[in-house]
């Protein structure tokens, strides 16, 4: 999977790449500004992304998600304040709320790359939090999956 990291806190981004490479996927980029993001999403097509919602250049994050959903690329919010984030998620599969664990990170990458090849995963990790409307479903733009109530 080419995945795309939006993330201003150097150290994070370079883990959160680190992780990412560990389970056999490309990092296409990172971007600590909303313009940036913006110009690799266009540039580098990626098949999934990870969105802070606070960037160098303001709350952007949101902006790049509606982007993304709009132009049919999954992601998933990455934000220490869960709060910015509005209760539809702008059609993100979901939200990771900083600071994550590492297990928590990894069991989020596995969910979305099952979700991303069409599988139907039996469990949501507990770290992800998904779209308060899907009450029970994670309606996300790459379909319908049920979900753990």
Do not use: W
């Not at 304040?81 to 990771?96: F, S, T």
């Not at 989020?108 to 998904?130: H, K, M, N, Q, R």
């Amino acid at each position: 999977m080419r995945v795309l990291i939006v993330e201003d806190e150097a150290l994070l981004a370079l883990e959160l790449e680190s992780e990412i490479e560990a389970a056999g996927h490309k990092v296409i980029g990172q971007a600590a500004a909303g313009k940036t993001a913006f110009e690799l999403i266009e540039k580098e097509r990626p098949e999934f992304a990870f969105v802070d919602v606070q960037l160098l250049d303001g709350p952007t994050g949101i902006d790049i998600g509606r982007h993304l959903a709009k132009t049919g690329i999954p992601f998933i919010f990455v934000s220490g304040n869960l709060k910015r984030i509005p209760d539809d998620l702008v059609g993100a599969i979901g939200a990771l709320e900083k600071p994550y664990t590492m297990s928590g990170l990894q069991n989020t990458l596995a969910y979305v790359e099952a979700v991303i090849s069409g599988d139907t995963p039996d469990l949501a990790p507990p770290s992800l939090v998904f779209p308060k409307h899907a009450k029970g479903e994670c309606e996300a733009s790459v379909g319908n999956h049920d979900q753990p109530q």
